[in-house]
T-cell receptor, first 118, second 114 residues
Framework: AQTVTQSQPEMSVQEAETVTLSCTYD???????LFWYKQPPSRQMILVIR??????QNATENRFSVNFQKAAKSFSLKISDSQLGDAAMYFC???????????????FGQGTILTVHP | SAVISQKPSRDICQRGTSLTIQCQVD?????MFWYRQQPGQSLTLIAT?????????ESGFVIDKFPISRPNLTFSTLTVSNMSPEDSSIYLC???????????FGPGTRLTVT
């Protein structure tokens, strides 16, 4: 079974600074997807960024980028120019690329609470 | 993207009663998923609901406690039966459209059992 580990329960950053959230995962599969989700106090799960395992290039979405190290099974999220609205719980998630009964199921890490200081 | 609504958004229920949560999607989807998020915790998959077949439950979750219906390709319900305070959680509906990488979530239902 796949596992996802976020070793930072809480992180903080000053507004306009850069912060990196860590995530490691364990899998024996070669085809999979990795995601970062943001959950503000409204509890709505918002997709921040995704990475396909077969792609070597790190995904970027505006101020958000990932450092995907497939051999090390590491998937960190970098938030640049942090804004007050970035404050939320961030979850790292894994999804198998296989079909059948595994299709679409997400395995989540424990989450990291990000605080942004003005 | 997919727009997902859930009803109710929150509820306070007495132990021993049942609550049915509805999930409505604005487009047809093959698979719908129900997750539970206990207070301060991560999300755990309860079951996968496919239209026209029985729901598939994850380890630790049983149909008698969490019966699921999936009458069509845009709607599903999750019932939390014979509730106890340990069932106090946020319940989230999620969908994944075949061929699309993204997974979308509803706004969640916050359940408190007293």
């Amino acid at each position: 079974a796949q596992t996802v580990t976020q070793s930072q329960p809480e992180m903080s950053v000053q507004e306009a600074e850069t912060v990196t959230l860590s995530c490691t995962y364990d899998t024996s599969e070669s085809d999979y997807y990795l995601f970062w989700y943001k959950q503000p106090p409204s509890r709505q799960m918002i997709l921040v960024i995704r990475q396909e395992a077969y792609k070597q290039q790190n995904a970027t979405e505006n101020r958000f980028s990932v450092n995907f190290q497939k051999a090390a099974k590491s998937f960190s999220l970098k938030i640049s120019d942090s804004q007050l609205g970035d404050a939320a719980m961030y979850f790292c998630a894994y999804r198998s690329g296989a079909g059948g009964t595994s299709y679409g199921k997400l395995t989540f890490g424990q989450g990291t609470i990000l605080t942004v200081h003005p | 993207s997919a727009v997902i609504s859930q009803k109710p958004s929150r509820d306070i229920c007495q132990r021993g009663t049942s609550l049915t949560i509805q999930c409505q999607v604005d487009s047809q989807v093959t698979m719908m998923f129900w997750y539970r998020q206990q207070p301060g915790q991560s999300l755990t998959l309860i079951a996968t609901a496919n239209q026209g077949s029985e729901a598939t439950y994850e380890s630790g979750f049983v149909i008698d406690k969490f019966p699921i219906s999936r009458p069509n390709l845009t709607f599903s319900t999750l019932t939390v039966s014979n509730m106890s305070p340990e069932d106090s959680s946020i319940y989230l509906c999620s969908v994944n459209r075949q061929g699309f990488d993204e997974q979308y979530f509803g706004p969640g239902t916050r359940l408190t059992v007293t």
